[in-house]
Protein backbone atom coordinates (compact mmCIF):
# COMPACT_ATOMS: atom_id res chain seq x y z
CA UNK A 1 0.00 0.00 0.00
CA UNK A 2 2.81 2.51 1.21
CA UNK A 3 4.97 1.68 -2.45
CA UNK A 4 1.50 2.41 -4.52
CA UNK A 5 0.75 5.66 -2.75
CA UNK A 6 4.81 6.80 -3.78
CA UNK A 7 4.37 5.22 -7.38
CA UNK A 8 1.02 7.73 -7.06
CA UNK A 9 2.76 10.78 -6.01
CA UNK A 10 5.52 10.00 -8.39
CA UNK A 11 2.86 9.92 -11.32
CA UNK A 12 1.19 13.14 -10.16
CA UNK A 13 4.65 15.00 -9.29
CA UNK A 14 5.22 16.68 -12.80
CA UNK A 15 2.00 17.99 -13.25
CA UNK A 16 0.84 19.34 -9.39
CA UNK A 17 -0.18 22.65 -9.98
CA UNK A 18 -0.64 22.74 -14.08
CA UNK A 19 -4.32 22.56 -13.77
CA UNK A 20 -4.47 26.10 -12.65
CA UNK A 21 -2.11 27.38 -15.17
CA UNK A 22 -3.87 25.32 -18.05
CA UNK A 23 -6.80 26.57 -17.35
CA UNK A 24 -5.79 29.98 -16.92
CA UNK A 25 -4.25 29.57 -20.90
CA UNK A 26 -7.68 28.24 -22.21
CA UNK A 27 -9.21 31.27 -20.68
CA UNK A 28 -6.59 33.58 -22.45
CA UNK A 29 -7.64 31.80 -25.83
CA UNK A 30 -11.11 32.27 -25.90
CA UNK A 31 -10.58 36.07 -25.09
CA UNK A 32 -8.36 36.24 -27.53
CA UNK A 33 -10.91 34.11 -30.03
CA UNK A 34 -13.28 36.86 -29.65
CA UNK A 35 -10.72 39.29 -30.51
CA UNK A 36 -10.07 37.34 -33.85
CA UNK A 37 -14.01 37.09 -34.69
CA UNK A 38 -14.30 40.66 -34.22
CA UNK A 39 -11.27 41.26 -36.60
CA UNK A 40 -12.50 38.63 -39.21
CA UNK A 41 -16.19 39.49 -39.31
CA UNK A 42 -16.05 41.61 -42.03
CA UNK A 43 -14.17 38.90 -44.34
CA UNK A 44 -16.32 36.07 -42.76
CA UNK A 45 -19.64 38.17 -43.97
CA UNK A 46 -18.43 39.42 -47.22
CA UNK A 47 -14.98 39.39 -49.48
CA UNK A 48 -13.94 43.06 -49.56
CA UNK A 49 -12.53 44.11 -53.64
CA UNK A 50 -12.57 47.61 -53.72
CA UNK A 51 -9.58 49.23 -51.74
CA UNK A 52 -11.89 51.22 -49.68
CA UNK A 53 -13.86 48.27 -48.59
CA UNK A 54 -10.47 46.94 -47.67
CA UNK A 55 -9.65 49.85 -46.14
CA UNK A 56 -12.89 49.55 -43.97
CA UNK A 57 -12.95 45.81 -43.42
CA UNK A 58 -9.62 46.38 -41.53
CA UNK A 59 -10.35 49.53 -39.71
CA UNK A 60 -13.56 49.48 -38.36
CA UNK A 61 -12.77 46.10 -36.84
CA UNK A 62 -10.05 47.37 -35.17
CA UNK A 63 -11.50 50.69 -34.00
CA UNK A 64 -14.22 48.06 -32.41
CA UNK A 65 -10.75 46.28 -30.29
CA UNK A 66 -9.09 50.05 -29.52
CA UNK A 67 -12.37 51.15 -28.06
CA UNK A 68 -13.36 47.95 -26.12
CA UNK A 69 -9.21 47.99 -25.02
CA UNK A 70 -10.56 49.21 -21.20
CA UNK A 71 -13.17 46.18 -20.81
CA UNK A 72 -10.92 43.66 -22.39
CA UNK A 73 -8.44 44.92 -19.67
CA UNK A 74 -10.81 44.48 -17.01
CA UNK A 75 -11.60 40.29 -18.52
CA UNK A 76 -7.57 40.38 -18.64
CA UNK A 77 -7.17 41.31 -14.92
CA UNK A 78 -10.32 38.92 -13.99
CA UNK A 79 -8.67 36.32 -15.50
CA UNK A 80 -5.62 36.74 -13.85
CA UNK A 81 -7.07 37.20 -10.32
CA UNK A 82 -9.71 34.30 -10.72
CA UNK A 83 -7.42 31.62 -12.28
CA UNK A 84 -4.14 32.34 -10.85
CA UNK A 85 -4.70 34.69 -7.53
CA UNK A 86 -2.81 37.14 -9.55
CA UNK A 87 -4.04 40.77 -9.27
CA UNK A 88 -2.35 42.87 -11.56
CA UNK A 89 -3.25 47.08 -9.93
CA UNK A 90 -4.76 49.64 -12.28
CA UNK A 91 -2.21 52.06 -13.12
CA UNK A 92 -4.59 54.89 -12.35
CA UNK A 93 -4.93 55.87 -8.84
CA UNK A 94 -8.51 57.40 -9.53
CA UNK A 95 -11.06 56.25 -12.05
CA UNK A 96 -10.48 55.39 -15.42
CA UNK A 97 -10.18 58.48 -17.85
CA UNK A 98 -12.77 58.55 -20.56
CA UNK A 99 -11.83 56.58 -24.04
CA UNK A 100 -10.06 59.50 -25.45
CA UNK A 101 -8.15 59.97 -22.25
CA UNK A 102 -7.62 56.56 -21.38
CA UNK A 103 -5.97 56.12 -25.51
CA UNK A 104 -4.13 59.72 -24.86
CA UNK A 105 -2.33 57.75 -21.83
CA UNK A 106 0.89 55.61 -21.86
CA UNK A 107 -0.97 53.18 -19.62
CA UNK A 108 -3.62 52.95 -22.31
CA UNK A 109 -0.91 52.47 -25.18
CA UNK A 110 0.61 49.77 -23.06
CA UNK A 111 -2.31 48.00 -22.57
CA UNK A 112 -3.44 48.32 -26.62
CA UNK A 113 0.40 46.86 -27.04
CA UNK A 114 -0.62 43.90 -24.80
CA UNK A 115 -4.51 43.69 -26.19
CA UNK A 116 -3.21 43.83 -30.31
CA UNK A 117 0.40 42.08 -29.96
CA UNK A 118 1.68 40.49 -26.96
CA UNK A 119 -1.91 39.27 -26.15
CA UNK A 120 -2.39 37.48 -29.80
CA UNK A 121 1.30 36.09 -29.33
CA UNK A 122 1.27 34.72 -26.34
CA UNK A 123 -2.51 32.69 -27.33
CA UNK A 124 -0.97 31.17 -30.54
CA UNK A 125 1.99 30.37 -27.58
CA UNK A 126 -0.65 28.98 -25.42
CA UNK A 127 -2.71 26.94 -28.54
CA UNK A 128 0.87 25.61 -29.62
CA UNK A 129 0.55 24.13 -25.44
CA UNK A 130 -2.75 22.86 -25.45
CA UNK A 131 -2.35 21.32 -28.74
CA UNK A 132 0.93 19.15 -26.42
CA UNK A 133 -1.59 18.55 -23.94
CA UNK A 134 -3.80 16.88 -26.62
CA UNK A 135 -1.37 15.20 -28.40
CA UNK A 136 0.66 13.70 -24.95
CA UNK A 137 -2.88 12.97 -23.83
CA UNK A 138 -3.56 10.74 -27.19
CA UNK A 139 0.18 9.31 -27.08
CA UNK A 140 0.27 8.22 -23.26
CA UNK A 141 -3.60 6.02 -24.48
CA UNK A 142 -2.83 4.52 -27.49
CA UNK A 143 -3.46 1.47 -26.21
CA UNK A 144 -7.15 2.56 -25.57
CA UNK A 145 -7.52 3.77 -28.77
CA UNK A 146 -5.87 0.41 -30.46
CA UNK A 147 -8.13 -1.62 -28.13
CA UNK A 148 -11.20 0.41 -30.17
CA UNK A 149 -10.27 -0.87 -33.89
CA UNK A 150 -11.55 -3.55 -35.45
CA UNK A 151 -9.29 -6.77 -34.19
CA UNK A 152 -8.84 -7.91 -37.60
CA UNK A 153 -6.73 -4.83 -37.72
CA UNK A 154 -4.54 -5.53 -34.58
CA UNK A 155 -4.22 -9.45 -35.97
CA UNK A 156 -2.83 -7.33 -39.32
CA UNK A 157 -0.41 -5.47 -37.44
CA UNK A 158 1.98 -7.80 -35.67
CA UNK A 159 4.68 -5.00 -34.48
CA UNK A 160 1.96 -2.80 -32.46
CA UNK A 161 2.71 -3.54 -29.58
CA UNK A 162 6.35 -2.55 -28.79
CA UNK A 163 5.42 0.32 -31.39
CA UNK A 164 2.59 1.40 -28.72
CA UNK A 165 5.08 0.98 -26.17
CA UNK A 166 7.11 3.90 -27.69
CA UNK A 167 4.39 6.34 -28.40
CA UNK A 168 3.38 5.64 -24.65
CA UNK A 169 6.68 6.61 -23.61
CA UNK A 170 6.91 9.53 -26.24
CA UNK A 171 3.56 10.27 -24.78
CA UNK A 172 4.82 10.35 -21.23
CA UNK A 173 7.68 12.39 -21.87
CA UNK A 174 5.62 15.14 -24.56
CA UNK A 175 3.03 15.46 -20.72
CA UNK A 176 5.72 16.70 -18.84
CA UNK A 177 7.36 19.23 -21.35
CA UNK A 178 3.22 20.18 -21.47
CA UNK A 179 3.16 20.80 -17.88
CA UNK A 180 6.22 22.99 -17.46
CA UNK A 181 5.80 24.79 -20.47
CA UNK A 182 2.31 25.48 -18.88
CA UNK A 183 3.71 27.10 -16.40
CA UNK A 184 6.24 28.97 -17.67
CA UNK A 185 3.99 30.78 -20.77
CA UNK A 186 1.83 31.43 -17.37
CA UNK A 187 4.73 32.88 -15.62
CA UNK A 188 5.77 34.77 -18.68
CA UNK A 189 2.63 36.30 -19.00
CA UNK A 190 2.23 37.18 -15.52
CA UNK A 191 5.11 39.42 -16.02
CA UNK A 192 4.13 40.91 -19.45
CA UNK A 193 0.49 41.97 -18.10
CA UNK A 194 2.04 43.34 -14.93
CA UNK A 195 4.37 45.33 -16.98
CA UNK A 196 1.54 46.04 -19.74
CA UNK A 197 -1.78 46.30 -17.88
CA UNK A 198 -0.37 47.89 -14.91
CA UNK A 199 1.62 50.90 -13.56
CA UNK A 200 4.81 51.74 -14.65
CA UNK A 201 7.77 52.04 -12.57
CA UNK A 202 7.15 55.67 -12.64
CA UNK A 203 3.53 55.81 -11.76
CA UNK A 204 4.25 53.19 -8.82
CA UNK A 205 6.14 56.24 -7.77
CA UNK A 206 4.47 58.32 -8.12
CA UNK A 207 1.49 56.46 -6.82
CA UNK A 208 4.05 56.09 -3.31
CA UNK A 209 4.66 59.72 -3.41
CA UNK A 210 1.23 60.05 -3.06
CA UNK A 211 0.53 57.74 -0.62
CA UNK A 212 3.26 59.26 1.97
CA UNK A 213 2.10 62.32 1.38
CA UNK A 214 -1.92 61.46 2.29
CA UNK A 215 -0.37 59.51 5.17
CA UNK A 216 1.89 62.53 6.49
CA UNK A 217 -1.11 65.24 6.47
CA UNK A 218 -3.01 62.51 7.86
CA UNK A 219 -0.04 62.10 10.89
CA UNK A 220 0.53 65.88 10.89
CA UNK A 221 -3.18 66.28 11.71
CA UNK A 222 -3.38 63.48 13.87
CA UNK A 223 -0.39 64.97 15.91
CA UNK A 224 -2.30 68.32 15.79
CA UNK A 225 -5.17 66.91 17.00
CA UNK A 226 -3.41 65.45 20.44
CA UNK A 227 -1.74 68.46 21.18
CA UNK A 228 -5.06 70.29 21.02
CA UNK A 229 -6.28 67.60 23.20
CA UNK A 230 -3.79 67.57 25.75
CA UNK A 231 -4.31 71.50 26.04
CA UNK A 232 -7.69 70.90 26.59
CA UNK A 233 -6.74 68.83 29.68
CA UNK A 234 -4.26 70.60 30.95
CA UNK A 235 -6.70 74.07 30.99
CA UNK A 236 -9.61 72.04 31.98
CA UNK A 237 -7.79 69.45 34.62
CA UNK A 238 -3.98 70.68 36.33
CA UNK A 239 -4.61 74.36 35.34
CA UNK A 240 -7.86 74.99 37.16
CA UNK A 241 -6.36 72.91 40.28
CA UNK A 242 -3.81 75.67 40.35
CA UNK A 243 -6.05 78.24 40.20
CA UNK A 244 -7.99 76.72 43.17
CA UNK A 245 -4.71 76.32 45.05
CA UNK A 246 -3.91 79.73 44.83
CA UNK A 247 -7.23 81.06 45.65
CA UNK A 248 -6.83 79.18 48.48
CA UNK A 249 -3.99 80.35 50.03
CA UNK A 250 -4.62 83.55 48.66
CA UNK A 251 -7.44 83.53 50.67
CA UNK A 252 -5.62 81.51 53.87
CA UNK A 253 -3.31 84.73 53.91
CA UNK A 254 -5.89 86.98 53.93
CA UNK A 255 -8.26 85.72 56.80
CA UNK A 256 -6.29 83.63 58.90
CA UNK A 257 -4.69 86.80 61.29
CA UNK A 258 -3.08 84.36 64.22
CA UNK A 259 -0.28 82.57 62.32
CA UNK A 260 2.77 82.91 63.79
CA UNK A 261 5.63 84.55 61.14
CA UNK A 262 7.25 81.19 60.27
CA UNK A 263 3.64 80.11 59.05
CA UNK A 264 2.41 83.28 57.14
CA UNK A 265 5.59 82.81 55.34
CA UNK A 266 5.12 79.19 54.45
CA UNK A 267 1.90 80.43 52.79
CA UNK A 268 3.51 83.26 50.98
CA UNK A 269 5.53 81.23 49.43
CA UNK A 270 3.46 78.26 48.53
CA UNK A 271 1.27 81.03 47.20
CA UNK A 272 4.03 82.71 45.13
CA UNK A 273 4.91 79.49 43.93
CA UNK A 274 1.32 78.12 42.52
CA UNK A 275 1.15 81.34 40.98
CA UNK A 276 4.30 81.39 39.29
CA UNK A 277 2.90 77.37 38.63
CA UNK A 278 0.23 78.91 36.86
CA UNK A 279 2.25 81.03 34.46
CA UNK A 280 4.18 78.66 33.38
CA UNK A 281 1.71 75.90 32.56
CA UNK A 282 0.15 79.05 30.25
CA UNK A 283 3.13 79.22 28.95
CA UNK A 284 3.41 75.45 28.44
CA UNK A 285 -0.24 75.22 26.94
CA UNK A 286 0.15 77.85 24.66
CA UNK A 287 3.34 76.37 23.65
CA UNK A 288 1.08 73.02 22.96
CA UNK A 289 -1.74 74.66 20.96
CA UNK A 290 -3.32 78.21 22.39
CA UNK A 291 -7.05 78.27 22.72
CA UNK A 292 -7.20 81.53 21.09
CA UNK A 293 -6.22 79.99 18.02
CA UNK A 294 -8.88 77.25 18.12
CA UNK A 295 -11.36 79.49 18.96
CA UNK A 296 -10.96 82.85 17.37
CA UNK A 297 -8.26 82.23 14.52
CA UNK A 298 -5.02 83.02 12.96
CA UNK A 299 -5.24 86.73 13.62
CA UNK A 300 -6.36 86.97 17.09
CA UNK A 301 -3.10 84.40 18.37
CA UNK A 302 -0.79 86.17 16.13
CA UNK A 303 -1.86 89.48 17.74
CA UNK A 304 -1.37 87.83 21.25
CA UNK A 305 2.11 87.02 20.55
CA UNK A 306 3.18 90.05 19.30
CA UNK A 307 1.57 91.43 22.58
CA UNK A 308 3.24 89.93 24.77
CA UNK A 309 6.68 90.35 22.82
CA UNK A 310 9.41 92.98 24.36
CA UNK A 311 9.36 95.54 21.33
CA UNK A 312 6.69 96.96 19.05
CA UNK A 313 5.05 94.06 16.71
CA UNK A 314 3.09 95.36 14.07
CA UNK A 315 0.43 92.64 13.23
CA UNK A 316 -0.86 92.27 9.49
CA UNK A 317 -3.38 89.88 8.55
CA UNK A 318 -5.66 89.10 5.76
CA UNK A 319 -7.16 85.87 4.91
CA UNK A 320 -10.56 85.97 3.42
CA UNK A 321 -11.38 82.45 5.39
CA UNK A 322 -9.27 80.30 7.82
CA UNK A 323 -6.52 77.58 6.74
CA UNK A 324 -7.25 74.10 7.76
CA UNK A 325 -6.05 73.30 11.89
CA UNK A 326 -2.61 71.80 10.77
CA UNK A 327 -1.72 74.95 8.36
CA UNK A 328 -3.05 77.71 11.37
CA UNK A 329 -0.72 75.83 13.82
CA UNK A 330 1.94 75.76 11.80
CA UNK A 331 1.80 79.64 10.99
CA UNK A 332 1.28 80.14 14.47
CA UNK A 333 4.40 78.31 15.54
CA UNK A 334 6.61 79.90 13.22
CA UNK A 335 5.15 83.21 14.30
CA UNK A 336 5.95 82.45 17.72
CA UNK A 337 9.36 81.07 17.29
CA UNK A 338 10.46 84.20 14.64
CA UNK A 339 9.52 86.78 16.96
CA UNK A 340 11.40 84.82 19.75
CA UNK A 341 14.39 84.77 17.71
CA UNK A 342 14.04 88.48 16.85
CA UNK A 343 14.04 89.47 20.71
CA UNK A 344 17.08 86.57 21.17
CA UNK A 345 19.13 87.56 18.38
CA UNK A 346 18.45 90.19 16.04
CA UNK A 347 19.02 93.22 18.51
CA UNK A 348 16.02 94.73 16.68
CA UNK A 349 13.85 98.07 17.56
CA UNK A 350 10.84 96.79 15.52
CA UNK A 351 9.34 93.76 13.81
CA UNK A 352 6.85 93.52 11.23
CA UNK A 353 4.65 89.90 10.86
CA UNK A 354 2.06 89.84 7.27
CA UNK A 355 -0.05 86.84 7.11
CA UNK A 356 -1.97 86.77 3.60
CA UNK A 357 -3.79 84.35 1.45
CA UNK A 358 -3.86 85.86 -2.65
CA UNK A 359 -4.54 82.11 -4.26
CA UNK A 360 -3.82 78.62 -2.95
CA UNK A 361 -0.84 79.18 -0.63
CA UNK A 362 -0.93 81.15 2.16
CA UNK A 363 2.46 83.63 2.52
CA UNK A 364 3.65 84.62 5.96
CA UNK A 365 6.26 87.52 6.23
CA UNK A 366 8.17 88.35 9.34
CA UNK A 367 10.65 90.74 8.92
CA UNK A 368 12.57 92.83 11.83
CA UNK A 369 14.99 95.76 11.84
CA UNK A 370 17.86 94.25 13.49
CA UNK A 371 21.71 93.42 12.75
CA UNK A 372 20.73 90.78 10.35
CA UNK A 373 22.83 87.85 9.57
CA UNK A 374 20.75 84.65 10.40
CA UNK A 375 21.55 81.50 8.69
CA UNK A 376 19.61 77.83 9.15
CA UNK A 377 22.67 76.33 10.42
CA UNK A 378 23.89 78.75 13.19
CA UNK A 379 21.77 77.90 15.57
CA UNK A 380 18.77 80.54 15.93
CA UNK A 381 15.84 77.92 15.58
CA UNK A 382 15.45 78.49 11.90
CA UNK A 383 16.60 74.42 10.77
CA UNK A 384 13.80 73.67 13.41
CA UNK A 385 11.26 75.96 11.52
CA UNK A 386 11.55 74.48 8.22
CA UNK A 387 11.24 71.03 9.37
CA UNK A 388 7.81 72.25 10.62
CA UNK A 389 7.21 74.23 7.50
CA UNK A 390 8.32 71.04 5.02
CA UNK A 391 5.86 68.67 7.50
CA UNK A 392 2.81 70.31 5.91
CA UNK A 393 4.54 70.99 2.14
CA UNK A 394 5.52 74.31 2.96
CA UNK A 395 8.48 76.11 2.21
CA UNK A 396 10.77 78.49 4.19
CA UNK A 397 13.11 81.08 2.51
CA UNK A 398 15.15 83.34 4.92
CA UNK A 399 16.59 86.86 3.34
CA UNK A 400 19.52 88.49 6.43
CA UNK A 401 22.62 90.21 4.83
CA UNK A 402 24.79 91.13 7.70
CA UNK A 403 23.64 94.73 9.25
CA UNK A 404 19.87 93.77 8.33
CA UNK A 405 17.25 93.74 7.93
CA UNK A 406 16.05 89.90 8.01
CA UNK A 407 12.68 89.00 6.38
CA UNK A 408 11.77 85.71 6.58
CA UNK A 409 9.30 84.08 4.51
CA UNK A 410 6.87 80.96 4.83
CA UNK A 411 4.58 79.68 2.05
CA UNK A 412 2.13 77.46 3.44
CA UNK A 413 -0.73 75.25 1.85
CA UNK A 414 -4.21 77.64 2.15
CA UNK A 415 -6.96 74.38 2.27
CA UNK A 416 -9.57 74.96 4.42
Not at 37 to 46: E, H, N, Q
Not at 246 to 271: F, P, Q, S, Y
Not at 317 to 331: D, F, G, I, M, Y
Request: glycine share 8%.
Amino acid sequence: MHITARLRRAIRWPFQGAGRPAAFLVTGVLIQLAVLVVMALPWILFVPEALAAVLLAVLVPLAAVVSAGPLLTEAQRGRFRTRLGVDVPSPYAGPRPPLPGWLRSPAGRRQLAYHLLFGPLLALAAVFVLLMWATSAVAVSIYVWIWLVPPEWRLGQAGYTPEGAYVTAAGVALLCAASWLTGALARLDTRTATVRLGPSREEQLARRVEDLAESRAGLVDAVDAERRRIERDLHDGAQQRLVSLAVNLGLAKATLGDLTEDARRVIDEAHREAKEAIEELNGLVRGLHPAVLEDRGLDAAISGIAARAPLPVGVTVNLTSRPSPAVEAVAYFVVSEALANVVKHAEASRAEVTVECPGATLVLVVSDDGVGGAEPAGGTGLAGLAKRVASVDGRLSVDSPVGGPTVMTVELPCVP
